[in-house]
């Protein structure tokens, strides 16, 4: 009896964790959804053995869900592989000790461990591709086409530029939006800098307030340093967007220009990386909340893509929904089996910028 083969993907990150399983047809089977993956946030010294037996768990019941689906029973599937794309992931010691963990479970498929840009990468290209991440952080990665099958995840050539994290860097991101607006305001609020508009200046100091229930600037600091809360403090910015959006604070309009500035000066780092020779457009994923105010950041992303002068066109683009599909694609390629997906379904057009 011929078994059919399944390929299962995750995407995963500090919250929440999406599992798809597909056929050789490229059919979905099943999606599941479990809590964070990213090994690095648990605060037991064995985050990654955390994570893989939270990892093999969820498969294990979405491979009985799709048995106990079946007419004819669980033996006529057959799991090949399984591709984690989390975040945290972006070391290849931290890959290969992910793997490791997974294997020491004693499972019967191929595991492969790689960063949480690639699910969105095979999400949206079935031959590389460049993404580009502004959520809590920022991050931007560039896959050029590959031309032969490969079967590990080393063999990708991967560019990245961003991804350093709050302290370091994440410009363009909510988090950054928010921290760059809080910063501006102490500043005046100790008298070293003077507001614009100081009616302006005090309904967005009351914004701040209220979002983080305090009382005075000052009391701000558990938040960064006692008990370090990046996605609350990258959860002003949604609010922040609303305001700006209505056209009136130059503040705003100001910070999230400069955001869009950032966002498309990472774009511009990889474009000489760009190998797909013959083509003078460049197709752009966007991902991440912050993407969801893209008429504030283009003009600031318009005047960073004009640093530079290799390229003059740009297709943005977003996917719909998450990118678990993305993983089951990746988990496939790495058998060197090909599933015929159009994965133009998948994503819908932002904008097109001319330079």
């Not at 106990?68 to 057959?78: A, F, H």
């Not at 860097?169 to 500043?187: N, P, R, V």
């Not at 893209?294 to 996917?319: A, E, H, N, Y």
């Amino acid at each position: 009896m011929k078994r059919i083969k399944l390929f299962a993907g995750i995407e995963g990150g500090a919250t929440k964790t999406i599992l798809k399983i597909i056929d050789e047809y490229g059919n979905v089977l099943v999606e599941s959804a479990t809590g964070p993956s990213n090994p690095w946030q648990f605060n037991e010294k064995d985050g990654f053995k955390i994570v893989a037996k939270n990892i093999t768990q969820i498969v294990n019941e979405a491979l009985d869900k799709i048995s106990n689906r079946s007419l004819l029973g669980k033996e006529i599937y057959k799991l090949e592989s399984l591709a984690c794309c989390l975040s945290g992931t972006g070391t290849k010691v931290a890959r290969e000790r992910l793997t490791q963990e997974i294997n020491n479970i004693h499972i019967d498929y191929k595991v492969f461990v790689t960063n949480d840009s690639l699910a969105t990468v095979f999400s949206a290209f079935e031959n590389g591709g460049m993404v580009l991440i502004s959520g809590t952080g920022s991050y931007c990665v560039l896959v050029n086409p590959l031309d032969k099958n490969f079967t590990s995840i080393e063999e990708i050539e991967i560019f990245s530029s961003g991804g350093w994290g709050s302290a370091l860097g994440d410009e363009g991101s909510a988090f950054w939006i928010s921290t760059q607006l809080i910063k501006h305001f102490i500043k005046i609020n100790d008298n070293i800098a003077k507001p614009d508009d100081i009616n302006e200046f005090s309904e967005l100091k009351e914004i701040i307030l209220e979002h983080f229930q305090i009382k005075s600037l000052r009391e701000i600091l558990p938040y960064f340093y006692e008990n370090k809360q990046s996605d609350k403090i990258a959860a002003l910015t949604e609010k922040l967007a609303k305001i700006a959006s209505l056209g009136e604070k130059r503040t705003l309009l100001d910070l999230f220009e400069q955001a869009g500035y950032e966002l498309a000066i990472l774009v511009v780092s990889l474009i000489p990386n760009f190998t797909d020779v013959g083509k003078d457009e460049l197709e752009i994923v966007c991902t991440g909340s912050v993407f969801k105010s893209w008429s504030l950041l283009k003009p600031g992303f318009i005047r960073g893509l004009k640093t530079q002068s290799l390229l003059t066109k740009f297709r943005l683009v977003k996917i719909d929904g998450n990118s678990s599909i993305g993983a089951c694609v990746l988990s496939s390629k790495l058998c060197s089996f090909r599933i015929d997906i159009n994965l133009n379904k998948h994503k819908s057009k932002l904008d097109m910028i001319v330079i």
